[in-house]
């Protein structure tokens, strides 16, 4: 089986500065679905980094006016790239596949070292870890977001009973006239609305790069969301402004170049074909609904996508319709990628397998970093329980405060009533 997570998505020839030697090298830098991999084109240099290694990506410069890209990660190390063709969309690239956070690993290799210190079973604690440390994090925002809104609540209700007094006084000056006014009641009907479950428009929406294909032009990679409705498929910016709306009879073609990738096109008479390149880590959960609104129309490409520097002699894998849609067959959420390589093992392949030591099932680096991911997790659930106790005694004061406006609002409304009468 070949690794699916080599699948290269973009690549593009940059410089990238070893800091052994302090020089700046030129290659070839290739974004995959798990990983980036710089490769030297001089030497035999490569630079391997995972996107669970990735603690940020920034855009930076170099000297004063050149720009760059530099990559932070989790044990403080920088890579830093220049001289790039085109900067906001590599870093556009970089930035979808580290918030899909997509790991994809070779499901015949339990328990194989992933690189130095890691292993797979490693890998995914750490992948849960943080994960948890993201949704905790983000909950603790939400909490402190939420004590603001509260204590902005509790100054509303104190100027809400500023308020009442006035009203009261009011009210008091009012009924020590003597003089007698009526208003005419108004009656004001409302229709119910009833809502259906067939008015309920069916529409799914996933995260996208969009690239507007067009001749002679450099095309730029841009996130934003791909919708798909009963009214046809529509390209949105990432504020959801509209780019783009294809109506389900004007799509000509839909070209699937990869397992996460595909290019929508209109054929236009006397003008140049309309099309937009789309880069999904989740096209497999829309492919099926594409299948059966307009299957003639969909191509699947079968030309080469893993590359295997290291097993040059081999040829490379080949995806088909049938590859691409296992995944609803087996069950298995990476679709399996086969090489004639794998097919003609020998027996004593197997058996020199067989004979292999086993590997560490998690690595002591590993097992420092979770430890250390699960003290600042410990440490952020605290802080969020005490703020919870917080704001819970605030909401305990914001009820009583919001009953009293209550009594004293319909003892004020009981008051104007009996003024009207």
């Not at 905790?136 to 104190?158: K, N, P, R, V, Y």
């Not at 009907?189 to 450099?218: A, F």
Request: glycine content about 6%.
């Amino acid at each position: 089986m070949a690794d699916f997570g080599q699948l290269h998505v973009r690549e593009w020839e940059v410089q990238f500065y070893q800091e052994q030697t302090r020089k700046w090298l030129t290659g070839m830098l290739s974004v995959t679905v798990e990983r980036i991999i710089f490769q030297d084109k001089n030497s035999q240099f490569n630079m391997i980094c995972m996107y669970g290694d990735f603690a940020e990506v920034k855009k930076t410069t170099t000297g004063i006016i050149f720009s760059a890209i530099v990559i932070i990660t989790k044990d403080g190390k920088k890579h830093w790239f220049s001289s790039l063709p085109n900067r906001e969309d590599i870093f556009n690239v970089m930035q979808y596949f580290l918030r899909s956070n997509v790991t994809f690993s070779d499901q015949g290799n339990k328990g194989k070292t992933l690189g130095m210190g890691r292993t797979e079973m490693g890998h995914k604690l750490l992948k849960v870890a943080y994960d948890s440390h993201k949704t905790l994090s983000a909950s603790a925002e939400i909490m402190s977001s939420q004590g603001e809104q509260i204590d902005s609540t509790l100054t509303a209700m104190t100027d809400i009973h500023n308020d009442l007094d006035i009203a009261e006084s009011l009210t008091s000056g009012m009924e020590s006239w003597t003089g007698k006014w009526r208003i005419p009641n108004v009656y004001q009907t409302v229709d119910p609305i009833i809502v259906h479950q067939r008015d309920i428009p069916n529409i799914s929406d996933y995260e996208i790069l969009y690239t507007k294909m067009e001749t002679n032009k450099t095309t730029t990679q841009k996130l934003g969301l791909l919708r798909i409705a009963p009214e046809g498929m529509f390209i949105l910016s990432e504020k959801q402004k509209l780019i783009h709306h294809f109506k389900w009879s004007d799509i000509s073609r839909v070209r699937v170049l990869s397992p996460c990738e595909v290019l929508v096109t209109r054929f236009l008479i006397g003008q140049p074909d309309l099309s937009y390149g789309v880069v999904c880590t989740s096209l497999l959960g829309f492919l099926e609904f594409l299948e059966r609104k307009m299957r003639s129309k969909i191509e699947y490409v079968t030309s080469g996508f893993v590359r295997q520097p290291e097993e040059r002699g081999h040829p490379q894998a080949k995806i088909t319709k049938g590859e691409l849609l296992s995944r609803k067959t087996t069950g298995s959420s990476i679709p399996q990628l086969q090489t004639s390589c794998n097919q003609s093992r020998t027996g004593h392949d197997v058996q020199g397998e067989q004979l292999q030591l086993p590997h560490p099932v998690v690595s002591d680096e590993e097992v420092q970093e979770l430890q250390h991911t699960l003290s600042d997790l410990r440490s952020l659930a605290i802080s969020v329980q005490q703020e919870t106790d917080t704001q819970n005694e605030k909401l305990d004061t914001l009820t009583c405060s919001v009953d009293k406006a209550n009594v004293r609002m319909s003892k004020v409304n009981s008051r104007v009533e009996k003024l009207t009468k």
